[in-house]
């Protein structure tokens, strides 16, 4: 029986026993399953300002998890170990979520003010983040999410109301930049103008050669995001499938944050 996975603008139609493109959901006798729930990779207490987040509850430390898998595809992706594999090739292992939320409240001593679902893409197991954030609210701890905003609005209004804080990826500001990542324009700017209603938003915008390192398309990618929303622009480095292409030259980024700052109050740079 084939099924339709609803978590992103994929659309993913499985036969019994497939995964989607994200490799973290299954048909499963005709129902989607989140294969990589509770599966954990990563597990680090980082600065809130490595999210990167500056404008929440700066010179804290948050709790950073992460699993397995990705709905886009991107060849500069610099956790692509993780986000681009399955479950039989993931090192993982299990952390409940009563567990996870017991390490985030054993490292309060340490500045510890929550945790923040990253890494990979949390969305593609939102059940997940939803059960955990969760439990993170009933214990008084701050709830973040760094995503590529590449989910549904109803996955979205599933977590949204146990999220503080979240980062969220603006890869380029057109439609074929978007696709050759495997990805929708539209889908992301919906996601970010409903997360910013009700929520922390911040933005970051990766500078990749011949992707988005154009004057005009970070103009006209700030006059969209307007004033009140906070954006990152950050160096590339070679990674993944791009390791022979050179670090982006640090005045690019320089240059392409002073653009932005026509528009966006606050724009920060990142790598350099």
């Known amino acids: 029986m084939e099924t339709i996975c609803q978590t992103c603008m994929h659309h993913c139609r499985l036969k019994d026993g497939q995964y989607g493109r994200c490799g973290a959901r299954k048909n499963e006798g005709g129902k989607i399953v989140c294969k990589n729930y509770g599966k954990v990779t990563a597990l680090a207490l980082d600065p809130i300002e490595k999210k990167p987040l500056r404008r929440f509850y700066p010179g804290s430390m948050i709790l950073s998890a992460g699993s397995y898998g990705c709905n886009l595809k991107c060849p500069f992706c ?12 993931a090192r993982a292992f299990e952390l409940a979520p009563e567990q996870l939320v017991k390490k985030a409240l054993e490292y309060k001593c340490a500045g510890n003010i929550g945790v923040a679902f990253t890494y990979n893409e949390p969305l593609i197991g939102w059940e997940y983040v ?23 609005l109803k996955v979205l209004e599933e977590v949204l109301p146990l999220i503080d804080a979240m980062n969220i990826d ?26 910013a209603q009700d929520c922390h938003v911040e933005l970051t915008t990766l500078i990749v050669p011949e992707l988005n390192d154009d004057v005009s398309q970070m103009e006209e990618e700030a006059r ?10 950050t160096r590339f480095f070679p990674r993944y499938q791009m ?26 740079t990142g790598n350099c």
């Open 170 to 195: 603006l890869k380029c500001f057109y439609e074929d930049g978007y696709r050759r990542l495997g990805g929708d324009l539209e889908t992301v700017k919906a996601f970010i103008q409903r997360a």
């Open 243 to 268: 390791q022979d292409v050179q670090a982006v030259d640090v005045q690019t980024v320089y240059r392409l944050a002073n653009v932005a700052g026509k528009y966006v109050e606050h724009v920060y």
């Open 130 to 152: 939803r059960d955990t954030a969760k439990l993170l609210k009933q214990a008084g701890m701050k709830t973040v999410l760094v995503t590529n905003g590449s989910a549904s």
């Open 224 to 233: 969209w995001i307007g004033e009140k929303i906070p954006l990152h622009v």
């Open 78 to 89: 610099q956790n692509y170990e993780i986000s681009m594999e399955y479950q039989d090739r």
